[in-house]
């Protein structure tokens, strides 16, 4: 029960940072390689750099998905599931 407990809290720091990251350092796919998304950090960087930075939108909306997202859901599909986009 305790670990649990331990999990989600983890679950909810990940949330709130990466969300927060992707809104601030979103062209940067900072948020993606904090998650642990090395490629899809790398793939987002190169977008934003080809298209003058407009490839920040896409980490905008995904740092407004992650705050939206409850604590339980984030955990299973960013962190349990490893979905990678959106």
């Known amino acids: 029960m305790g670990n649990t407990e331990l999990n989600l809290g983890k679950a909810e720091n990940k ?3 990466a969300g927060i990251l992707g809104i601030v350092l979103g062209s940067f796919g900072v948020h993606k ?3 642990g998304y090395s ?3 790398i793939i987002q960087l190169v977008v934003s750099v080809v298209t003058c930075g ?3 939108i896409i980490g905008f909306v ?8 409850s604590d339980d859901e984030f955990y299973q599909t960013y962190q349990v599931g ?4 959106f």
Do not use: A, M, R
């Open 82 to 85: 490893k979905k990678p986009w």
């Open 62 to 69: 995904e740092g407004i998905i992650y705050l939206t997202k």
């Open 39 to 41: 490629k899809e950090g």
């Open 15 to 17: 949330k709130v940072t």
């Open 33 to 35: 390689f904090y998650l």
């Open 54 to 56: 407009l490839g920040g």
